[in-house]
């Protein structure tokens, strides 16, 4: 029997990579794309199921603080 390949999905990075200020509507987020600091480290070691609740929320955050939503975050997984 062989192993089943599962995709992974992406990291939303846009390259931006800035971390809002303690007194921006993102406070203590990347303003690229809208995850923490401990999102950001850990997202190497996050199984799929993590990955896909943090991915749910990204477009929200964003836009709360009046940010464009990337359409790297609608392109989630690889082969």
């Not at 800035?18 to 070691?45: F, K, M, V, Y």
């Amino acid at each position: 029997m062989s192993a089943m390949h599962v995709s992974k999905i992406l990291s939303p990075c846009t390259g931006v990579c800035t971390i809002a200020a303690e007194d921006a509507p993102l406070a203590g987020h990347c303003l690229g794309c809208g995850r923490s600091l401990d999102e950001i480290g850990n997202w190497r070691d996050m199984d799929n199921d993590a990955r896909a609740k943090i991915m749910a929320t990204l477009p929200g955050r964003l836009h709360r603080a009046g940010l464009t939503v990337a359409s790297t975050l609608m392109e989630t997984t690889a082969p």
